[in-house]
């Protein structure tokens, strides 16, 4: 397998086309931003965590009976997935009341009720 030209680039992959129609190779990458981007760094080793997570995250998925894109893991960083239309949806997870939810929902910044 072959990764060829860069298709997308985001703010946590870059999604390549390969020599094989079929599939895309998405490489993760140690950016970070917060604030809607204004402030941007790297994590060492986020991208290293993040493709080993999805990983994991999709095969529980698809033990369920549901299935996903992702083909293999071709390196820490690296995995194979099937081409598809993407869905322009973005999730994010916390363990704790913060950011815009906090704003919206008028209450303080907390975790498992422990005021941040």
């Known amino acids: 397998m072959e ?3 860069l298709r997308y680039e985001g703010k946590a ?11 895309f190779w998405v490489a993760y990458k140690d950016d970070a931003t917060a604030f ?6 790297q994590i060492v080793d986020k991208g290293l965590v993040n493709n080993q997570l999805s990983a994991l995250f999709f095969e529980e ?6 299935p996903t894109h992702f083909v293999r893991l071709l390196s820490d960083r690296d995995m194979l ?9 973005e999730v994010v ?3 704790i ?6 704003k919206r929902l008028g ?7 422990i005021v941040l």
């Open 97 to 102: 009341v913060a950011g815009s939810l906090s």
């Open 107 to 113: 209450v303080e910044e907390a975790s498992c009720g």
């Open 13 to 23: 992959k870059r999604v390549y086309n390969t020599d094989q129609n079929e599939y």
């Open 93 to 95: 997870v916390r363990n």
């Open 36 to 41: 809607n981007g204004e402030k941007k760094g």
């Open 3 to 5: 990764k060829l030209e």
């Open 61 to 66: 998925i698809e033990k369920a009976g549901i």
């Open 81 to 89: 997935v099937h081409q598809l239309d993407m869905v322009p949806l």
